[in-house]
C-alpha cells in the first residue's frame, strides 16, 4: 500500500517564501513521477510543477521562475520551494505519484493549505 504524506503549508504574506514536502512510503517501482496540484475554492485542480525520477521537471507558466520542484529519490520524497508568493496562490496542495510498472497507477496525498495574504 503506497502512502504519501505532505507537510510544510501554512499562512503566509505576499512574497514570501514556503516549502512543500511530500514522502512516499510502500512499494514504489523506480521509474516514477511525483509532483504538486492545487485546488482554490471553487476552480479544478490543477498542475503545479511534475518531476521524474530521472530528474525532468515541467511547470505551470503561472509559477515559473518562482516555484522550484526538487526530489530525493533515496527518501522517495519530493519538494516544493515557493518563493514571491502570491494572493493567488493561495489553494490546497495535493503531492501526486504516478507509477507504471506493474501497470500504471497514481495516488494522492491529503493535501496541504497554503494561504498567501495580500
Known amino acids: 500500500q503506497v502512502q504519501l504524506v505532505e507537510s510544510g503549508g501554512g499562512l503566509v504574506q505576499a512574497g514570501g517564501s514556503l516549502r512543500l514536502s511530500c514522502a512516499a512510503s510502500?512499494?514504489?517501482?523506480?521509474?516514477?513521477?511525483m509532483g504538486w496540484y492545487r485546488q482554490a475554492p471553487g476552480k479544478q485542480r490543477g498542475l503545479v510543477a511534475v518531476?521524474?525520477?530521472?530528474?525532468?521537471?515541467n511547470y505551470a507558466e503561472s509559477v515559473k521562475g518562482r516555484f522550484t520542484i526538487s526530489r530525493d529519490n533515496a527518501k522517495n520524497t519530493v519538494y516544493l520551494q515557493m518563493d514571491s508568493l502570491k494572493p493567488e496562490d493561495t489553494a490546497v496542495y495535493y503531492c501526486?505519484?504516478?507509477?507504471?510498472?506493474?501497470?500504471?497507477?497514481?495516488?494522492w496525498g491529503q493535501g496541504t493549505q497554503v494561504t498567501v495574504s495580500s
Open positions: 510502500g512499494l514504489i517501482s523506480s521509474f516514477n513521477v
Open positions: 518531476i521524474a525520477s530521472g530528474g525532468g521537471a
Open positions: 501526486k505519484l504516478a507509477t507504471y510498472n506493474p501497470v500504471a497507477s497514481e495516488y
